[in-house]
């Protein structure tokens, strides 16, 4: 039979007991950020297309939402990593990229809340980034849910007005 080592203690570490608090605050948190966003995830992906793949330290997460696929990624699970959605709505170029560019800054302004459009790699995407620092599971959940939201309502009417023919 095999056993697996103890856990080490706080003095073992070399941890004050107030360092140690924070250390397990911290793994309870990255936990419950991945677990939150897999369970946002599993909530949106109603065909069952949900994958996930670990990357150096952190997870990138892809589904499909309507009429659009939706990126999750978290960079890893310190403070100063970062949580990111985005989901592509327009290939690029477009017809009247003028008029296109217009209308996606006319639409950061007033219908994107806490999102906004960009270009990523010549696509048009619908994207949210935020620090994981002090993030709470509703901002999880908004965030992603207001990505694939908006990028599933905008990419069909974008297509038809500006997509190159």
Not at 36 to 45: A, F, G, H, N, Y
């Amino acid at each position: 039979m095999t056993t697996l080592p103890l856990a080490s203690t706080p003095s073992d570490q070399g941890l004050s007991d107030s360092e140690a608090a924070d250390q397990q605050a911290d793994n309870t948190t990255a936990a419950t950020i991945v677990d939150v966003i897999e369970t946002v995830i599993d909530s949106l992906d109603s065909a069952n297309t949900a994958m996930v793949s670990d990357t150096d330290g952190g997870y990138i997460w892809k589904f499909k939402y309507g009429t659009v696929e939706v990126f999750v990624q978290l960079t890893g699970l310190s403070n100063d990593d970062t949580i990111s959605a985005w989901s592509a709505v327009l290939k690029l170029p477009a017809k009247d990229e003028a008029k296109l560019t217009r209308k996606l800054l006319e639409l950061n302004w007033s219908g994107t809340l806490e999102a906004r459009f960009a270009i990523l790699q010549d696509e048009v995407v619908v994207l949210s980034t935020r620090s994981i620092a002090d993030l709470s599971p509703g901002e999880i959940s908004r965030a992603i849910t207001l990505v694939a939201t908006i990028a599933d309502d905008q990419d069909e009417p974008l297509q038809a007005e500006f997509g190159a023919s």
